[in-house]
């Protein structure tokens, strides 16, 4: 079974940068990061393949960076954050045969 795990975040402020880690246990095809606020959908930040190809919306292209440690630690960075990215962030990790979610981390940027 397909674990995830998700660590970092916690308290940021604003203009700093936020790191963020997650760990997946089993083969997966791609990890990706996305957050959600109260309210709204949740949106993908960035998408990490096997190959660490990486693919970003375009939104998001220059200020978040996404890397492999290895085939089970994904990193997601993000510089000059900004308050209203306050926000829970998750980790997804994508098997041949199911999406495996974390259990969010909830990240605060202080102005």
């Known amino acids: 079974q397909v674990q995830v795990v998700e660590s970092g975040g916690g308290l940021v402020q604003a203009g700093g940068s936020l790191n963020l880690s997650c760990v997946v246990s089993?083969?997966?095809?791609?990890i990706g990061w996305y957050r959600q606020v109260p309210g709204k959908e949740r949106e993908l930040i960035a998408l990490?393949?096997?190959?660490?190809?990486a693919n970003y919306p375009e939104s998001m292209k220059e200020r978040f960076t996404i890397s492999r440690a290895n085939a089970n630690t994904v990193y997601l960075r993000a510089k000059t954050v900004k308050p209203e990215e306050t926000s829970v962030y998750y980790c997804?990790?994508?098997?041949?045969?199911?999406?495996?979610w974390g259990q969010g981390n909830k990240v605060t940027v202080s102005s």
């Open positions: 990490i393949l096997n190959n660490c190809r």
């Open positions: 089993g083969s997966t095809i791609s």
């Open positions: 997804k990790a994508k098997t041949s045969w199911t999406n495996k």
